[in-house]
């Protein structure tokens, strides 16, 4: 195996071992070519009748939710609120650092678009400012246990002001009060009612449909068609409290997730968590107060990223100019990056986070 530490080396044909940086910068080589793009299909394949494909993941699913708006749900990371259950559900999920203290320990913000086939979601935590306005890239309507001060000036904008707090169900799970917080049956349809929020997309949608580019339904994105592609078998995140890997596995050809040294397996079905789609997103954040509390630097202008699909990376970059906005991401051609057709895991890291970033290659 091939383990590149300490920064992300890119160099065509060649891999550095053990390099430094001490501005904590990936090291990415000048590419010998332009890397390729991929061709669309010149015939879209068809779809079946009643179904379309989703702006969440590209596959397909059924055309009466077509304009239902996703929920964007805070689910702890804690070591005590495992096993989590439905996050093999979820469409898109997102892992940050949650506080500056406790070792920087991660929550995770899992979205669904079909939410109403969940059984069991949680155990739900507190928002920060970064959940917000990430949920409001999807109009989707955040599910969370309260939060700082700091959340309710996002809140009380228009395009955010959507959410369920401290609303559902508890779960009588042995565990303290906090960790008991879950999305069950019902729960969802009675907030939707009872606060008279429209399950259908708002006026503060997005006006392009999809949030990300997807392949074809018949075809598949192969990175290693691309000159700055590296193998990336796995990825130890510098996520110190929690251990978060993402392991390659060949058999489904999508990355496992692990947590504090083990599998992270649903509390349900044993399943465990895998991804189809890797982005990691290198983004600074800015400290409120002692007390640890924090909201990452989500805009950006050709920021730098990886994407990883397939056991291979490549460096991408990313786009945010105002908060309503999404996130674009783009091939460094300057294309738009094209996805493969499934759920996608986005890691949000810190600059001075990247020496501990570890890329495991083949």
Same mark, same amino acid.
């Given at each position: 195996m091939k383990k590149l530490?300490?920064?992300?080396? +890119?160099? +065509? +044909?060649?891999? =550095?071992? *053990?390099?430094s940086n001490e501005d904590a910068q990936p090291n990415i080589a000048v590419m010998v070519s332009p890397s390729p793009t991929p061709t669309p299909s010149p015939t879209p394949t068809p779809l079946p009748e009643g179904m379309y494909r989703s702006e969440l993941t590209g596959? @397909?699913?059924? &055309?009466? /939710?077509?304009?239902?708006?996703p929920i964007a749900v805070?689910?702890?990371n804690e070591k005590t609120s495992l096993p989590h259950f439905g996050l093999n559900e979820a469409d898109i999920v997102y892992e940050m650092v949650n506080s500056t203290w406790n070792s920087y320990v991660t929550r995770l913000l899992a979205i669904y678009k079909d939410w109403d086939q969940i059984e069991m979601v949680g155990s739900i935590r507190s928002a920060r400012p970064t959940h917000v306005l990430i949920a409001g890239e999807y109009n989707a309507v955040l599910c969370h246990d309260g939060g700082p001060v700091y959340i309710y000036d996002y809140l009380n904008q228009s395009a955010f002001k959507d959410h369920f707090s401290a609303t559902f169900s508890r779960v009588d799970n042995g565990k303290a009060y906090e960790f008991t917080e879950y999305?069950?049956? *019902?729960? @969802?349809?009675?907030?939707?009612?009872?606060?008279?929020?429209?399950?259908e997309y708002t006026e503060y949608k997005q006006e392009r449909n999809n949030h990300f580019v997807f392949v074809d339904l018949d075809e598949k994105l192969d990175l290693s068609a691309y000159n700055n592609a590296q193998s990336a078998l796995e990825v130890q995140l510098p996520f110190y409290h929690n251990g978060s890997t993402l392991k390659y596995n060949a058999s489904t050809d999508s990355y496992d997730y692990y947590v504090y040294g083990e599998k992270h397996l649903d509390g349900d079905t044993s399943e465990i968590l895998s991804f189809t789609n890797v982005i990691i997103q290198i983004c600074d954040y800015h400290s409120y107060d002692s007390g640890g509390y924090m909201i990452y630097d989500v805009l950006g202008h050709n920021e730098e990223a990886y994407? @990883?699909?397939g056991g291979k990376?490549?460096? =991408?970059t990313? /786009?945010?100019? &105002? &908060? &309503?906005?999404?996130?674009?991401y783009f091939f460094e051609s300057g294309k738009e990056l094209t996805l493969n057709n499934g759920n996608t895991y986005i890691a949000l890291v810190p600059p001075d986070f990247l020496n501990d970033l570890v890329i495991v290659g083949g």
């Open positions: 530490r300490k920064c992300l080396a +890119f160099v +065509f +044909f060649l891999f =550095i071992f *053990g390099c596959e @397909l699913i059924s &055309e009466d /939710i077509k304009n239902q708006r805070v689910v702890d999305i069950l049956p *019902g729960d @969802l349809d009675k907030n939707f009612k009872d606060y008279k929020v429209s399950k994407y @990883l699909t990376l490549i460096p =991408i990313w /786009i945010k100019d &105002e &908060e &309503e906005v999404m996130t674009r």
